[in-house]
């Protein structure tokens, strides 16, 4: 029997990191034959995050520009997909999140009258504006959709109380752990890397000798990107950032610095000359998860650090107002403290000079899976395509 081919589409480094475990699943199916397809959202950092998992995509789109704005993107995605999916009639599409690219590929496949599965589905903070453009797209992707993969019960009853039919829901747990689990198992968290990672990202030798090379020194990984937090929520972090490393001095603070522009030129222009702040260039996953393993704690805005840190150990504060996944935050893993400097000062000193609590907090569950969400979608799919 001819296998069913099963479109997985990832844009942007996220959907990446989370659809590889996914896709390298599918591949070892007997009825599933997976196609990687690539919008081209993000550019360098995409190519990272493939390389990451000796993967490249069968087919890329290419759509980048610089300083994308999000109607031309929706716009270009939308086509662009849709004649993909003309031209290669799938029996079947994937997306995977929140981006633009997830909602313009899930609308170019319902056009085609092609069935879309919604990995990690059914996230939501029921604020449009935070995370935006995001939550949107994700309350717009559901009802395109045949399939959700939801990662907790709090996902799945956020669907059923959008009258989705929980025929088509499916808890899977989040496909970012199996991905996190893939390559911890080839990072090994004792293994000294810091020469290799701080030639590779570019950490000032200051950094290396004084907070890598020590592991008795601690040190903050810090990532921020979102699109809400442009201009005054980007000021007030690097004024955070800035006042903390002065607070504390015997700490550090390595930002690996997102490639949009509307991030890099205010976090450049106002934390560029601070010899124990060392911004430095997006990471490829597998060094991340190393700087993970290292970092005394996260300050981030991601989505995919506050799942994956608590199960590296490591505490998240949230540089958010908002956040679609209350479980870290109920489990105590993730603190959301917004983007306000004296709220993130505070909340880290009590992570830096509470060191009871600190354990407490790095020893607390990770809610979001088990390693096995692909597992649980391949035979979903194997069962209905
Ligand atoms: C996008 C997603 C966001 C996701 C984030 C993950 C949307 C609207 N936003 O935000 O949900 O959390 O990715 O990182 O879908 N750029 C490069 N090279 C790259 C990547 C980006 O130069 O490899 C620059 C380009 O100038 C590009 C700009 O960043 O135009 C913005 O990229 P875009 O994907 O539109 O937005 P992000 O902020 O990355
Ligand atoms: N990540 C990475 N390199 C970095 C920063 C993050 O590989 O320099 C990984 C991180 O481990 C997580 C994902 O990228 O899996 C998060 O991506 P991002 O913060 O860009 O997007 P979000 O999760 O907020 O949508």
Known sequence: MEKKKVVVVAGTRPEVIKMSSVYMELQRSDLLEPVFLSTGQH???????????????DH?????????DLTGLTARVLQAVGAYLEETRPDAVLVQGDTTSVLASAMAAFYQNIPVGHVEAGLRTYDMQSPWPEEMNRRLVSPLCRWHFLPTEVSKANLLNEKICEASCHVTGNTVIDSL????????AEEDRSVAVAERLNIPVFFRENFLEQKDKRWILVTAHRRESHGGGFDDICKALRQLAEDHP??????????NPAVREPVMEQLGNHERIALV??????????????CYFALSDSGGVQEEAPSLGKPVLVMRDTTERPEGVEAGTCELIGTDPKKICTAARVLLEEGAEYERRSQLKNPYGDG????????ILEASL
């Open 372 to 379: 096995k969400a692909a597992k649980r979608i391949r035979t």
């Open 60 to 68: 890329d789109l290419e759509l980048m520009k610089p300083g994308q």
């Open 250 to 259: 015997g700490v550090g603070i390595l930002y690996p610095v997102h490639l």
């Open 281 to 294: 260039e997006p990471a490829g996953y597998e060094d991340f998860v190393w700087l993970m393993n290292r």
């Open 181 to 188: 689990l893939w390559m911890s198992n080839k990072v090994n």
């Open 43 to 57: 550019r360098e950092m995409l190519a990272q995050a493939f390389g990451a998992f000796n993967l490249v995509p």
